[in-house]
């Protein structure tokens, strides 16, 4: 089996713990107003790799990992391509390999055959980082082009089995910088069972040269990162009400 790969990093330090060789899968259904990698978007795009070449190149790098590193997949979003992800998985727990997901859960569904699938996965996965892009359904549809109701399905499954989860949330002024939408998604964190981790990610605008390379218009062009005071503030009230998290 072949997965589709859009491109590779060998030191990731910020996409879970220790050091992290990241592998990045082509393809998105999502259309985030922020989104720093569209080049990931087109499905039909990509360099076709298998399982042990990505592994074979991944341990060139094993030596930095410590006791906590290991492989990620990122994307674009790595769930279109769960088929191909569980290969890779299940030969990177063969050689020892900690294997971490990170994703927005968009293509998240209970119905078969995706969801056989999707279990299947979760017993090769050590951890994944879920993005909460916004909790209010017509903000997220705003925001992404899609629902979220599958995607807070999906963390409520895996709060139910016990698999363990960052929660990342991107700070955007005027959107997501609400502290009323900030204690909605606390409300709802509170809930799970299976939470290490919040991160607060302030907006940045380096994606937007990609989406004019692409001859796409971005739309949040003016838009101000958030201060520091602001991110702060978000992070006191995600993580506020939960004190392992502080």
Known sequence: ????IHSVETFGSVDGPGVRFLIFLQGC?????????????????GELMTADE?????????????????????????????????????????????????TSGQPFSRREPFFSRFKKLMTFTDLLLVDIKHIDPEGHRDLTGQPNDNI??????????????????????????????LRRTREFIETLGNIEKIEVLPYHSMGARKWRELGLDYTLDGAEPPSKERTENARRILCGEIPELN
């Open 1 to 4: 089996m072949q997965g589709k």
């Open 29 to 45: 259904a999502m259309r985030c107003r922020y989104c720093h990698n569209a080049d990931t978007w087109a499905a039909n795009a």
């Open 54 to 102: 990505l592994l074979d190149r991944a341990e060139r790098y094993r030596a930095y990992w410590g006791d906590e590193g290991g492989i990620t997949v990122s994307g674009g979003e790595p769930l279109l391509q769960t088929d191909f992800l569980c290969e890779l998985f299940e030969k990177a727990k063969q050689r020892g390999i900690n294997t971490c997901i990170d």
């Open 152 to 181: 807070l399905d999906m963390l409520r499954f895996l709060s139910d089995e016990g698999k363990p989860v960052w929660i990342r949330h991107v700070l955007v002024p005027g959107i997501t910088d609400d502290d009323a939408l």
